[in-house]
């Protein structure tokens, strides 16, 4: 199965990405002017501010899509083929089991963890129809629907922003706390952009008797305190683990690897609501949600399309560019309600999703956030709980998360679980209208 992985899996899968990243389409640029772009930085011209701006940069995409759709047909079906092969070779049941095996999560909790996600798709529903009525349009275009409201100009210079964070760690618990003075006094933090220093963020961490660092690009907007949060989860996370578990175990498996980092980053995006007046505060919260969103229903939403593109294909055979789109819109509207249109080529995005290529990856961005989400449920309501929380943070590789939260005397397969995350979502949607509601941006029900 190694031997024929590049033949029957990456070689298509590299030609397609490579064939995409090729792409260049001129486009209307902020300025107003137009100018030749590289297919990535048209995906970020769609969230521009400028409706033209945005609409041609859309236009610009889905003509690049439209192009290799007929090759990326052929390398869907190869990689589907493919994998199918070696889950009859190896006995695997189910076409995401492998996925499940390697990241050290029972079946049972990922079914569970997407059934009460789906049943909670009128969330993000509601959430595209508060968008929409506060951009003032009946409906937003499906290349729209990331489009951020509001400003959020906030400046945060690195001092500012490390005695934040510092300051929300000391609240939740002083060892939190003290891990981060420890980072920022010893130099392990490199924080400011410079020539020839990668973009982005990053926590590294290799052997037990080997240092934690982090990587930063820190430029003051708001958006980069949230990134310091962040790291600094993983960062944390790779301290507790290092005072309670042998070289073996040092370490996160993928379906819990973002617990610590969402975790931290939220409390840290409380404090700075606190501090905000209305207009920013309506604008970080449309924001937020947005990424949750993103990282929680349109990933369960993904799982979905991946879950019925294999029975498909291991039912009928060889899939036609016409019904993998069928099967990626139905579950894309499944999610985005009638606030978001199917737009024309919004049925060709599965050419751009790389994750679907990786398997049944994309649960663990939906878990790791909802779990972050309960256990801060659980956190507010008896701050004590950080002590379960540390325990979790501390356990590493040792066992698997079920097994992990059955320690905690917390059940990961009940689905009481999984709603309590969705029901922060819901909660901060339902603050959010009620802020918009009360300044006039929309209308009280």
């Known amino acids: 199965m190694n031997l024929k992985s590049a033949t029957s899996y990456s070689n298509w899968t590299k030609m397609t990405s490579g064939f995409l990243t090729r792409e260049e389409r001129v486009v209307l640029l902020e300025d107003g002017s137009r100018a030749s772009k590289p297919f990535t930085e048209i995906v970020g011209l769609m969230n521009s501010k400028s409706k033209r701006v945005r609409d041609t940069a859309a ?215 606190h501090a905000a007046g209305d207009e920013l505060r309506l604008a970080i919260m449309m924001q937020k949600l947005n990424d949750d969103v993103s990282s929680i229903f349109r990933q369960v939403a993904c799982y979905r399309f991946e879950q019925e593109l294999h029975a498909e294909f291991r039912k009928k055979g060889y899939l036609s560019k016409e019904a993998i789109g069928g099967l990626f819109r139905k579950h894309m509207a499944a999610y985005m309600g009638d606030a978001v249109e199917q737009s024309e080529g919004s049925d060709k995005w599965w050419v751009y999703w790389s994750h679907i290529r990786y398997f049944f990856y994309v649960y663990s961005y939906a878990g790791g956030l909802l779990i972050s989400k309960s256990l801060q449920n659980s956190v507010k309501k008896d701050p004590a709980f950080i002590n379960n929380v540390k325990q979790f943070l501390s356990a590493g590789l040792s066992q698997s998360p079920k097994s992990i939260f059955a320690d905690l005397g917390v059940d990961i397969t009940d689905r009481q679980f999984w709603n309590k995350g969705l029901d922060e979502v819901e909660n901060l949607l339902n603050e959010t209208t009620a802020l918009a509601e009360k300044m006039g941006k929309i209308k009280a029900k």
């Open 59 to 273: 236009a610009a995409f889905n003509s690049v899509l439209s192009r290799h759709v007929d090759v990326a047909e052929a390398e869907l079906n190869s990689v589907l083929q493919n994998k199918k092969v070696d889950d009859e070779l190896r006995g695997s049941p189910r076409p995401d089991t492998l996925r499940h095996l390697a990241d050290d999560i029972e079946s049972e909790v990922v079914d569970t963890l997407i059934d009460a996600v789906s049943e909670r798709f009128d969330i993000p529903a509601r959430y595209y129809g508060l968008k929409a009525k506060l951009l003032r349009v009946k409906t937003l275009k499906y290349h729209e629907r990331n489009f951020e409201y509001g400003e959020i100009a906030s400046h945060y210079p690195y001092g500012k922003s490390v005695n934040l964070v510092h300051r929300v760690m000391q609240k939740l618990d002083p060892r939190f706390a003290s891990i981060f003075a420890g980072f920022v006094n010893n130099g392990q933090i490199d924080a400011h952009p410079k020539k020839g220093k990668d973009s982005g963020a990053f926590c590294i961490h290799h052997l037990m008797v080997q240092p934690t660092y982090i990587l930063l690009n820190h430029t003051g907007k708001m958006h980069d305190v949230l990134t310091i949060a962040h790291e600094l989860g993983h960062g944390i996370n790779n301290e507790l683990i290092r005072e309670k578990q042998h070289a073996l175990d040092f370490g996160t498996p993928t379906s819990t690897a973002e617990v610590a980092s969402t975790f931290m980053e939220d409390f840290v995006l409380e404090e700075i609501l």
